[in-house]
């Protein structure tokens, strides 16, 4: 029997998405829910699952000195302090703009691939000082946005529930870099195979889905809703990713364990 090729599932994915969207767009455009509980354990879930793949891809880019993956673990460093600062944050133009950047930050970080694959970094030092100098500077923007909301640029019009233009640019420009990457990472996965490639393409998909949804969406309607279960799908996969990763690390040095004891 076949198998079932990786643009197959990609493709029934985005239909799975795109389909109940807009076949139900109105309803969910017109369902209010705010949950304010519901929203931060999502986004705080997410948060922690990013900053694990992140430490992850650090800790492995410190051996290869690999430019792809620093890039990357930086990209969901700064995807994962924004998201906690937007999880703690209360509703408003800040609420809004701590998201927006983080995914901003994403997508540039993700759409680096097309100059950093295949390419080493010069010492370690250059390595920690991309990685480090970008989560400082993430986490500097969140205290600053929760510490002083009133130095936030307007996101909110002032006399409704929807958004500035330059929050929608902001965004579509996020999900213009997320679908950029996800092109070249669908490149690499050809050539190598490789599942966490694979994982990748899946990833800059889904993020570039939920920033395209987010111009449709108003705080706390369905809509809304919607572009985070999208998200929170693509941190559940990088969580499925990230236990099996470790798992298979656990038996292969069990195995190197008993290989050695035996001899």
């Known amino acids: 029997m076949s198998s079932i090729s990786p643009v197959k599932i990609w493709i029934a ?3 799975l998405i795109a389909i ?14 705010e949950h304010i509980q519901l929203h931060s354990t999502i986004e705080t879930f997410g948060a922690i699952t990013i900053c694990l793949i992140s430490l992850m891809l650090y800790l ?9 993956l620093i890039m990357l673990a930086t990209g969901f460093a700064a995807m994962g302090i924004l998201d906690i600062s937007h999880a703690v944050s209360k509703p408003g133009d800040s609420f809004i703009f701590l998201h927006s950047v983080g995914s901003l930050f994403g997508g540039f970080f993700f759409a680096s691939v097309w100059f950093t694959h295949g390419r080493r970094m010069r010492n370690l030092f250059e390595l920690r000082f991309i990685y480090f100098g970008f989560a400082i500077l993430s986490a500097s923007v ?3 946005a929760l510490l002083f909301p009133g130095d936030v640029p307007r996101i909110l019009p002032l006399y409704d529930e929807g958004f500035t233009v330059i929050a929608v640019l902001i965004n579509l420009t996020a999900s213009f870099l997320f679908f950029l990457s996800m092109a070249k990472f669908y490149k ?12 990748f393409v899946y990833l800059s998909c889904l993020f570039g889905i939920a920033e395209v949804i987010f111009p449709f969406s108003s705080p706390w309607n369905g809509m809304w809703w919607i572009w985070h279960l999208v998200r929170l799908t693509a941190f559940t996969a990088t969580l ?13 040095g069990d195995l190197a364990g008993g290989g050695s004891g035996e001899s």
Request: aromatic share 14%; hydrophobic share 45%.
């Open 13 to 15: 994915g985005i239909l």
């Open 20 to 33: 109940p969207v807009i076949l139900f767009f109105d309803r969910l455009y017109a369902l209010h829910f």
């Open 60 to 68: 492995e880019s410190q051996a290869s000195l690999n430019a792809q």
């Open 142 to 144: 969140g205290l600053r």
């Open 188 to 199: 690499i996965y050809r050539q190598s195979g490789a599942k966490r490639d694979l994982l």
């Open 240 to 252: 499925v990713f990230v236990f099996r990763r470790y798992r298979m690390s656990l038996h292969e």
